[in-house]
T-cell receptor, first 115, second 109 residues
Framework: EAQVTQNPRYLITVTGKKLTVTCSQNMNHEYMSWYRQDPGLGLRQIYYSMNVEVTDKGDVPEGYKVSRKEKRNFPLILESPSPNQTSLYFC??????????????FGQGTRLTVV | RKEVEQDPGPFNVPEGATVAFNCTYSNSASQSFFWYRQDCRKEPKLLMSVYSSGNEDGRFTAQLNRASQYISLLIRDSKLSDSATYLCVVNFNFNKFYFGSGTKLNVKP
């Protein structure tokens, strides 16, 4: 079954304590992304990766890092979390279909609370 | 200005009603367009792609107007199970997806 798996699903942490949210896809997609979703703001892209060892900033990258050492994995790292990073996070893996159309498959989300 | 704008709703409609959502996008170079559905506290899932010629999938019809830069979704014969938030999504350059903040639909018995 094609899927994107994120872990953990829920996390409460304290300010400044480094954390990593993992993301893995089994569809052999080249493109992967991280989003955060906040009320009234919709989903905003944090970072994306077009292939192994190729990553780039999205619209809200401050306070986050990513890595793409393997095609299937795209972890999101918060080196020093702050309360304004409390949010619902989604990892997405993107296919490129016919006519250049794309479809994004999302993980189940990680609800992060930073206190 | 947001890349994609949607009316947040909520739209409260009775079962069997027809309801329409619109969204507008700002980047005229946008390449692909989608409607995603998101249930409460769940991940977004693709509802349908939107093509220039318009497309239909059962009770759902999507339209794209490139000249006016808006996308629409029409739901006919609404079901209780259609209650969700509908996200308008615009894709630019393969990996850049811009999401609207969503339109909430409540279908009442």
């Amino acid at each position: 079954e094609a899927q994107v798996t994120q872990n953990p699903r829920y996390l409460i942490t304290v300010t400044g304590k480094k954390l990593t949210v993992t993301c893995s896809q089994n569809m052999n997609h080249e493109y992967m992304s991280w989003y955060r979703q906040d009320p009234g703001l919709g989903l905003r892209q944090i970072y994306y990766s077009m292939n192994v060892e190729v990553t780039d900033k999205g619209d809200v990258p401050e306070g986050y890092k990513v890595s793409r050492k393997e095609k299937r994995n795209f972890p999101l790292i918060l080196e020093s979390p702050s309360p304004n990073q409390t949010s619902l996070y989604f990892c997405a893996s993107t296919s490129v279909r016919d006519r250049g159309n794309t479809e994004a498959f999302f993980g189940q989300g990680t609800r992060l609370t930073v206190v | 200005r947001k890349e994609v704008e949607q009316d947040p709703g909520p739209f409260n409609v009775p079962e069997g009603a027809t309801v329409a959502f619109n969204c507008t996008y700002s980047n005229s170079a946008s390449q692909s367009f989608f409607w995603y559905r998101q249930d409460c506290r769940k991940e977004p899932k693709l509802l349908m792609s939107v093509y220039s010629s318009g497309n239909e999938d059962g009770r759902f019809t999507a339209q794209l107007n490139r000249a006016s830069q808006y996308i629409s979704l029409l739901i006919r014969d609404s079901k209780l199970s259609d209650s969700a938030t509908y996200l308008c999504v615009v894709n630019f350059n393969f990996n850049k997806f811009y999401f609207g903040s969503g339109t909430k639909l409540n279908v009442k018995p």
